[in-house]
């Protein structure tokens, strides 16, 4: 599902949130672009990263350009230490440091199944 650009901000994010987080069982959604959407640290870490540790059906997730720093990259990279299904994450022109960027580093190698950059 591609809604990049439509200005979707953190109610928004919330709901979608909400659906990756019940979307184990039956669900079709396993790719999900949110590019250039502001979801900022706090979507990234409160929202899209809880998401993240229990949805076992997305595989490919991008949020290029939406926002995220130094929190919102540290919740990723501790939601990608136990989801096992996720194999393309894209966080290209964000505000993520090569510290930020280590602590991912560190996560996709307890992550055998997200291949490193």
Do not use: C
């Amino acid at each position: 599902m591609g809604v990049g650009s439509n200005k979707i901000r953190r109610n928004g994010i919330g709901a979608i949130a909400k659906v990756l987080e019940t979307n184990n069982q039956s669900s079709l959604l396993h790719t999900l672009y949110l590019d250039s959407n502001k979801i900022g640290n706090e979507g990234a870490a409160t929202m899209i990263a809880k998401a993240l540790r229990s949805n076992q059906k997305l595989h490919t997730l991008s949020l290029w350009n939406a926002g995220i720093g130094r929190e919102g990259a540290l919740a990723i990279a501790k939601a990608l230490e136990t989801n096992i299904k996720l194999q393309s994450l894209d966080l290209w022109d964000n505000y993520i440091t090569r510290a930020h960027f280590a602590a991912i580093a560190t996560a996709l190698e307890r992550n055998h199944r997200l291949p490193s950059p």
